[in-house]
């Protein structure tokens, strides 16, 4: 298990350096000069002149390979380098953003799971009766009503007319609600589906045949014997889920206001902020490597059968 | 009921409101530094002219007025003198000095610096220190609109010695200090105890970063933000009727502009470009597109500006003359592309234009890009057509009708490639000379010329937008939402 272990951490290694030849590479083909990409389009007026002094205070008059050295050795020492825009250290702009997106991706998880699972649960048991299309019906609108419609409904509901919720931005707990109620919707869309699905699977199994037969009560044999086994596929989903929210909140922390790290990679994508986009992108692609690597762990504790050797 | 509803659940909310005492506004992004110097955005300046004061002001009427400097005056045309305010301090106690303006002058114009907005003062040659409240900047050959330019919130006045630390914690002379900037959420100011010009009445100043217009407002109408700007002339329309709402819109520094490049074969026949200016309805575009917010352009500077021309429209949307002009030319089935950046003003704007351009038989095809990549095709050879806003931030003639017009601006911001040398003369002599007749009549030739050879047809002036709750009086914006001034403010309860 934990020889395992360490060949799945050194693999990263690899993965991660070819993200940041990736990311360099894309960002350097993107047509456009990215000096005028980071002044942004109100430095209109500036002359060539000073777009190439720029270019070099900003050290981007330097050949490709050697900017790409440069990082990758500051990168070795553990230096993700520093924006060009904001002049910060990019580790510590990833710091300041990321405790608001842990909040909104956990308290997003926690309403996905609590919608998906029971829905799905549900469907599967009483599959193709009213509760098994009304479930896929929720699923469908979660997966396709998008977030800057469906937030700004919540907001219009319960911040204009009701009161109860502050509309936008961070700080207490009632901040947090609607934002993780616009992801969690979205996110238990997947859940229930999939879960649904193995489910049913699963209740088509001799097992679960003889478990009703041994005289089991219905629940029993419902959560402990068939749901337990129709876990592995559903926490893959979930997962995936919660990675992708890591970095992929981006709508939601848009249209409420909310400072997570989505939005700071999306605004230096934009402005070709190229450390702050390597950097941003190496964090969220070793947080979901690492997440997929639990998951693969999980499947253990959930099915002795599988063994990590 | 609902109100008395709405009164008990804003009660049992209030606890929350009440942390929050003053005005909250909303800008659309982080900001990337509150170092005046290090950053280009509205978004930045609209917080750090809060902070941080420039040496003069522009008045409505486009007069110079007192900042820092309370009086001004040219010994020789390329000397300027200005006497600093008296007993001025930082706000961490450092007295304002003519020497700490040196340092801030100075530490701008460094190319070092990297300074984005450094091509504001790029004609600045050196500083001196005459005595200790007197500073004199030099600027050889002599740079006539340079008072204007100091008005602009890049040239304000930051201790030099604070230099690696004013990003973050910014320290100037302004009606408001620093409190704390909670990354990503929002930005609090205090208002400045010492401030020359006494203590402004709204105590404390929020700037919460909401990127979504709609986000911002529903916050507007809910009570959770003061005031909001910039809003697109549809949601500004709808809250015109809102209660306790209060919509206000003022002609900017703004304009927008549909360019040719001349020297494109299907474009060098001034008679095309004529044509072209005669087919498009500008009060077609004001009306549907801007909700009436805008007015019509003539001259590619505004009437804010400083030597902007009262000048006749000599191209009034005339589809026939469009046709006979452009068979005259020999140009039936002319087929152009429209090079515009990612904008939604100037994509609905396009497609108007592509309609209007159909209706007098020229097929154009619009092509949308990210906005440097939008630069590179607009001063690409091959390009034929392209549409920008645009802001003439300085307030002066000089800023836009040098940069669209003086040939050593191309292709840089003279992406028309109009080359004209005695266009040049006049923008020169306007840059130059000292006297104000005679910029005026330099710059009055020079958009008459503008509209002779017609590198560009200006399209619209759009007018400024912003809407507050009607509890905010007294708040100062001028020619742009980012001068928001909130030392006359105050918050009615």
Known sequence: MIGYIARRLLGLVPVLFGVTLIVFLMTW???????????????????????????????????????????????????????????????????????????????????????????????????????????????????????????LILMIIFSLNLGWLPASGMGTWQHLVMPAVAIGFSSSAFIARITRSSMIETLRQDYVRTAHAKGASATRVHLRHAFRNALLPVVTVVGLQFGGLLGGAVLTETVFAWPGVGRMLVDAIRTRDLPLIQGTVLFIALIFMLINLLVDLSYAALNPKIRYD | M??????????????????????????????????????????????????????????????????????????????????????????????????????????????????????????????????????????????APLLAHLSHPVTAIVPAQNADTLSRNPVGTGPYTFEQWIDGTQITLTANENYWGGEPAITNVTFRIVPEVSTQIVELRSGGLDIIFSIPPDNFVSLQDTQGIETESFLGWGSAHLGFNIDSPKLEDVRVRQAIAH????????????????????????????????????YPYDPEAAEALLEEAGATNLS???????????????????????????????????????????QSNAAELYATTWGTVTLDADYTLFAFMHSSEIPQNNMSRYS?????????????????????????????????DLPLVNLYYPLSTYAKRDTLQGEDIRFSWMMLDLREAQLAQ
């Open chain 2, 279 to 314: 087919a498009i309805d500008k009060d077609l575009i004001i009306d549907e597109f801007m909700r009436g917010l805008a007015l019509p352009a003539v001259s590619p500077i505004p009437p804010t500006v400083r030597f902007a021309a009262e000048l006749d429209e000599p």
């Open chain 2, 336 to 378: 152009l592309r429209l090079d515009i950046y990612q904008n939604p003003e100037l994509e609905s704007v396009a497609q108007v234009l592509q309609a209007m351009l159909a209706d007098v038989g020229i097929n154009l095809d619009i092509r949308v890009q990210e906005y440097a990549a939008y630069v590179e095709s607009a």
């Open chain 2, 2 to 143: 609902r109100k008395l509803l709405l009164t008990l659940v804003l009660a049992l909310v209030a606890p929350l409101a009440a942390a929050q005492q003053g005005l909250t506004t909303a800008i659309s992004a982080n900001p990337e530094s509150l170092d005046p110097q290090l950053t280009f955005n509205g978004f930045s300046f609209v917080v750090t002219n809060q902070l941080y004061e420039t040496l003069v002001r522009m008045s409505e009427e486009g007069e110079i007025q007192p900042g820092l400097a309370t009086e001004w005056e040219y010994p020789e045309p390329s000397r300027l003198h200005l006497t600093l305010r008296e007993g001025v301090e930082f706000h961490d106690g450092t007295p304002l000095t003519a020497q700490v303006v040196k340092e801030s002058i100075e530490r701008l114009i460094d190319p070092a610096t990297g300074a984005p907005g450094r091509f504001v003062v790029t004609a600045i040659d050196e500083v001196n220190v005459i005595d200790d409240l007197t500073v004199e900047i030099v600027t050889e050959p002599p740079f």
């Open chain 2, 420 to 452: 004209n040398p005695e266009v040049d003369a006049l923008l020169e002599e306007g840059r130059n000379n000292p006297d104000d007749e005679a910029r005026a009549a330099a710059y009055l030739e020079v958009q008459e010329r503008a509209l002779q």
């Open chain 1, 29 to 151: 083909v993107t047509p456009g000069d990215p000096v005028l990409a980071i002044i942004g389009e109100a430095a209109q007026g500036i002359g060539s002149e000073q777009l190439e002094e720029l270019r070099a205070a900003y050290g981007l008059d330097r050949p490709l390979p050697v900017q790409y050295a440069d990082y990758i050795g500051g990168l070795l020492q553990g230096d993700l380098g520093t924006s060009i825009r904001s002049r910060q250290q990019v580790i510590d702009e990833i710091m300041l953003r990321l405790p608001a997106t842990l909040q909104l991706t956990l308290a997003g998880m926690g309403v996905a799971l609590l919608i998906g699972l029971p829905l799905g649960i549900l469907a599967a048991i009483y599959r193709r009766t009213f509760i098994d299309y009304t479930a896929i019906v929720v699923a469908l609108a979660g997966v396709s009503i998008p977030v800057f419609w469906s937030g």
